[in-house]
């Protein structure tokens, strides 16, 4: 078993060979991950969040399916959002589910958010020599009732904001998104707190609006857009149309 | 019970064929106070007697969740149920994971015992102290399972255990019969009707009793004292139909507690006669 797993990361660490002898092929090795796209959405706001990504899965330039949720329940009050390798995000949310129901019968409680960003740091950097290749964005509702939202790499860095996106179409997404909810500067005083000052309906309509431009020059998103709304009353759930070229 | 040369090991047999520290085990059980299971076609319910050691002090936890279909009942020592809760609690997160489905109950139920057997065969472990009433939900129904020291386990239509048990199998005894057609209400007052009897001279209240309820379309859940009271209360109102009612049924009702096989799982008649208690405990 582990020499099978040292086989694989051997693989996919080791620099390709030359072509040197006549025999040596040329092209692509056995890798353990695939990419199947998507682009994941979180904005943090007084005293709701909203968590939001596409539903479409595909691999190179083939579409897998047109509904596939990228979103994941792991608490009441949290919501996991994950793009990248979706086998690998499955099993992601499984252990969390794992882990949280263990949690629940030693606390008699739900995790809150913040523990469960931590965990989720925690889990992601147990494989950090054989990493879940995903890209998450937890969001929910602190322990006071507000916002938050976590951004991560794929082996746990992670950080609290008022905002983030992951995925393939992140770097369309972000940009618009710094423009509207951005604080001036952190040197400005008071200093403005992590979460935004839009109202949740207006939240909404920028993820919506987010969704639709990336759709038209990201060709991994699109097909539809999955919103989750937390707030006290609990959780929501929205979807839109986007774009299928 | 008398001191016999025999004893002294788990791995040693009397020559009558018995292994004395099994049944010392058994005795500790009967030593715990008591928990009470009944079910009905569509919910089961635990009640535990809670007796706290002195005044100052909380009592000790004997019910437990192990997950949303299945909870258990504990008399005996304490501590052994608590490690053993853990198990069947790990055994379930596994069984999900694994499958995504909820472990059947009978199947945890004879995890449970392969577990307390193997502590009956080997010199360096004792068996568990402690008698384990399993409440739980599958896809064939509520299910009602008693785990002993033993390995050994049984189904059952309702149960008690732990001491001044013999007074709550009375009542319950009486009055099986008519539980498979009981609403959730019903069997809960049922079970506090069996703690009375177990209790004796006490007061029934929310601080010495404990009752817990699973049911179709209702996860396990641990009453809160406020939810008990109410119950509690609500007996008292309804003394005078049930007196009413026991005089009616006193008459020729002198039914055994039925077993079921596991193996077998299929409803055993309620008008069939019970068979003799074979088990080495009670």
């Keep these: 078993m582990r020499s099978w797993k040292l086989a694989k990361m051997s693989m996919v660490f080791a620099p390709r060979l030359a072509e040197s002898a006549p025999t040596s092929h040329v092209g692509a090795s056995w890798s353990p991950y695939d990419n199947n796209g998507g682009t994941c959405v979180a904005i943090a706001g007084a005293d709701y969040c909203v968590i939001a990504a596409d539903t479409r899965m595909s691999t190179g330039f083939s579409i897998l399916t047109r509904d596939y949720s990228k979103i994941h329940h792991i608490t009441e009050k949290c919501v996991l959002a994950s793009s990248g390798f979706q086998a690998d995000v499955r099993s992601l949310q499984k252990n969390l589910d794992a882990r949280h129901q263990i949690y629940q019968h030693q606390h008699s409680k739900q995790m809150s958010c913040p523990a469960m960003a931590q965990l989720l740091s925690n889990t992601l950097y147990y494989k950090r020599f054989f990493p879940y290749y995903s890209f998450n964005v937890l969001g929910g509702l602190d322990n006071e009732g507000k916002g938050c939202v976590y951004t991560y790499d794929a082996v746990g860095s992670y950080e609290r904001s008022g905002y983030s996106s992951q995925g393939s179409g992140q770097t369309l997404i972000m940009p618009v998104l710094d423009n509207q909810l951005k604080s001036a500067s952190p040197l400005v005083l008071p200093p403005r707190e992590s979460s935004t000052p839009l109202t949740e309906s207006e939240a909404v309509d920028l993820i919506k609006d987010t969704f639709a431009s990336a759709a038209e020059r990201d060709i991994y998103t699109g097909d539809g857009v999955e919103i989750v709304i937390i707030n006290k009353e609990g959780i929501r759930r929205e979807t839109m149309a986007l774009k299928r070229d | ?282």
Excluded at chain 2, 8 to 27: I, K
Excluded at chain 2, 93 to 108: A, D, I, K, M, Q
Aim: glycine residues 8%; charged residues 25%; aromatic residues 8%.
């Design chain 2, 1 to 282: 019970m008398f001191r016999n040369q025999y004893d002294t090991d788990v791995t040693t047999w009397s020559p009558a064929g018995r292994l004395h520290q099994v049944e010392y085990a058994m005795e500790a059980v009967k030593q715990g106070s008591a928990a009470i299971g009944l079910r009905s076609k569509t919910h089961v319910v635990l009640a535990t007697v809670n007796k706290a050691s002195s005044e100052l002090s909380s009592y000790q936890k004997k019910l437990f969740k192990i997950d949303n279909h299945i909870g258990i009942a504990m008399a005996g020592l304490t501590a052994d149920g608590r490690v053993l809760s853990r198990y069947m609690r790990s055994e379930c997160v596994t069984h999900n994971f694994v499958y995504e489905s909820p472990l059947p109950v009978g199947r945890l139920v004879v995890q449970v015992a392969d577990k307390a057997q193997v502590c009956t065969q080997r010199s360096w472990k004792r068996p568990y102290g402690v008698g384990l009433l399993v409440a739980g939900l599958d896809e064939t129904g509520p299910h009602l399972y008693q785990n002993c020291p033993s390995g050994n386990y049984f189904e059952f239509h309702a149960f008690a255990i732990g001491s001044r048990s013999q007074a709550a199998k009375t009542y319950l005894e009486r009055k099986f019969e008519s539980f498979m057609d009981c609403s959730k209400v019903e069997l809960v007052r049922h079970a506090l009707h069996a703690v009375k009897e177990s209790l004796q001279e006490e007061e029934l209240s929310s601080a010495n009793c404990g009752v817990a309820i699973v049911g179709i379309g209702e996860p396990f859940v641990i009453l809160d004292s406020k939810s008990l009271q109410a119950y509690i209360d609500s007996l008292e109102e309804g003394k005078n139909d049930q007196a009413a009612k026991l005089e009616v049924e006193e008459e020729g009702n002198a039914a055994v507690i039925e077993r079921q096989d596991i193996s077998g799982g299929a409803g055993v008649g309620v008008g069939a006669e019970g068979e003799g208690p074979t088990d080495m405990e009670t």
